[in-house]
């Protein structure tokens, strides 16, 4: 079956670095994304990471292990407008199709 | 840019009122997908499609049907809306069949009375 873990919520400071884990457990692994999603808005796309190692781009990077089902955002500097959730997403391929599945998100709130 | 647009922001329809959810998309993007968000559940897919008149079963496709008659458009439809059918609606497109990130329209945030 398909189950992807994130903490509900997390505070930080702003300045602060921040690091969001995800665990997954699923079967046609073909990659996993990072999105932020402000409160009311629609989500947009932070990362993607289908090897193992780090990815980064600016104030964040993106971890992958495959063979730990492990993955992790990271945000560094801080910001106010960085309180946002952030949701963990695993590509798998089924059927000759590939889906997303999401983890339920990980609220963080930075604070002064 | 991208842009993804769905008819509506807010909604509110009585139970068992046909609703038509519809998304928009200029990107000439061959996937399209709908999902519903709710608390502590995170984005489900309901259905998807990968090209026009095609459609596939996401993870709760139970009390919804799509259409896809146009490349850009992706309609998605509450035959006889229900109260648990209240929820946050997302269209996402997403380029070829191993493209790199769904880009999202704004939702259509549905209450079912």
Excluded at chain 1, 37 to 66: C, I, M, W
Excluded at chain 2, 48 to 61: A, L
Aim: glycine content about 10%; hydrophobic content about 30%; overall charge neutral.
């Amino acid at each position: 079956g398909q189950n992807i873990d994130q903490p509900t919520e997390m505070t930080a400071t702003e300045g602060a670095i921040v690091q969001i884990n995800c665990t997954y457990q699923t079967s046609g692994f073909n990659g996993l994304f990072w999105y932020q999603q402000h409160a009311g808005e629609a989500p947009t796309f932070l990362s993607y990471n289908v090897l193992d190692g780090l990815e980064e781009k600016g104030r964040f990077s993106s971890f992958l292990s495959r063979s730990k089902g492990y993955s992790y955002l990271l945000l560094k500097e801080l910001q106010m407008k960085d309180s946002a959730s952030y949701l963990c997403a695993v590509r798998e391929t089924s059927g000759g199709y590939n889906k997303l599945i999401f983890g339920a998100g990980t609220r963080l709130a930075v604070h002064p | 840019d991208v842009k993804v647009t769905q008819s509506s922001r807010y909604l509110v329809k009585r139970t068992g009122e046909k609703v038509f959810l519809e998304c928009v998309q200029d990107m000439d993007h061959e996937n399209m997908f709908w999902y519903r968000q709710d608390p502590g559940l995170g984005l489900r897919l309901i259905y998807f499609s990968y090209d026009v008149k095609m459609k596939e079963k996401g993870d709760i496709p139970e009390g919804y049907s799509v259409s896809r008659e146009k490349k850009e458009r992706f309609s998605l439809i509450l035959e006889s809306a229900s109260t648990n059918q209240t929820s946050m609606y997302l269209c996402a497109i997403q380029r070829g069949l191993a493209g790199v990130g769904q880009y999202f329209g704004p939702g259509t945030r549905l209450t079912v009375t």
